[in-house]
């Protein structure tokens, strides 16, 4: 059984089919909302709202502990995030869909990581290539055979939040190599990491990063909403092929 996180933009899979939820708890706290188990294209997974059902938790105040110990307890194979980000290189305009296997953290105060207190050994894990190679692989095959475009590397941007970033921050994550920005990408990445989870996510570009393109002089909220929408509907007819195999 995979897992998926959706973000903004996916709070509810519509798509599953059969869904049942369930309220965990963890030696970290609740995660952010109960869990949804259910049926997509034939294969079983469980799906949690990152920022919660009602969307009222926003990035720094996510218990990333709590929601990857979940999936953890849950013996997932694997999990998919599906994350918006800003577009920072050229070819990463509103409504592209990217797999990124870059992240740089530009996140700060967030609780990043099962190995501390006086219980626990420290444990220092590779995190070289933060993104599972092997779901990566699958998702670009599962995009390439429904057809949607989905653009392979990319450097991840982890910002704070919840602002938006301003323009010169946006030029020095492009000097240090960014090509898209976010909010929720770690410590989720690296979590799940120490958990021993395969773990890739489906970026959805929903606005040029400030300064860039049509966000030179400020990004306008109002237009977000309409691109994701669209551009996650394409992100889960990837997922279906993901789970489907050949013929989804
Ligand atoms: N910055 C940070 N996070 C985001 C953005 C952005 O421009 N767009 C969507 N998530």
Not at 64 to 90: D, F, P, Q
Request: charged residues 20%; glycine residues 12%; hydrophobic residues 45%.
């Amino acid at each position: 059984m995979y897992a998926i996180i959706g973000g903004s933009g996916l709070a509810k899979l519509t798509v599953l089919e059969a869904p049942r939820r369930q309220v965990m708890r963890t030696p970290y706290g609740e995660p952010s909302g109960a869990l949804t188990f259910g049926r997509l294209a034939g294969a079983d997974v469980v799906f949690l709202a990152r920022h919660g059902y009602g969307h009222t938790l926003a990035p720094h105040e996510i218990n990333y502990r709590a929601n990857i110990w979940a999936l953890k307890e849950l013996k997932v194979e694997g999990v998919i995030s599906v994350a918006t980000v800003g577009g920072i290189r050229a070819d990463l305009g509103p409504g592209v869909l990217v797999l990124p296997d870059q992240i740089i953290d530009y996140s700060h105060s967030r609780k990043a990581t099962f190995f501390e207190g006086s219980e626990n050994p420290v444990i220092h894990v590779d995190f070289t290539l933060p993104y599972a190679s092997s779901l990566r692989a699958a998702l670009l095959a599962a995009a390439a055979r429904c057809g949607e475009p989905l653009v392979d590397g990319g450097v991840y941007g982890c910002t704070q939040g919840p602002r938006l970033e301003t323009a010169a921050e946006i030029e020095r994550i492009a000097r240090d190599g960014g090509d898209m920005v976010g909010m929720t990408g770690m410590p989720e990445a690296v979590l799940a990491r120490e958990a021993g989870l395969a773990y890739a996510t489906l970026g959805v570009v929903v606005n040029h990063a400030a300064g860039r393109g049509t966000s030179r002089e400020q990004i306008r909220l109002e237009e977000l909403d309409r691109v994701m929408s669209e551009t996650v509907t394409r992100a889960v007819r990837i997922l279906l092929a993901f789970f489907g195999g050949a013929d989804a």
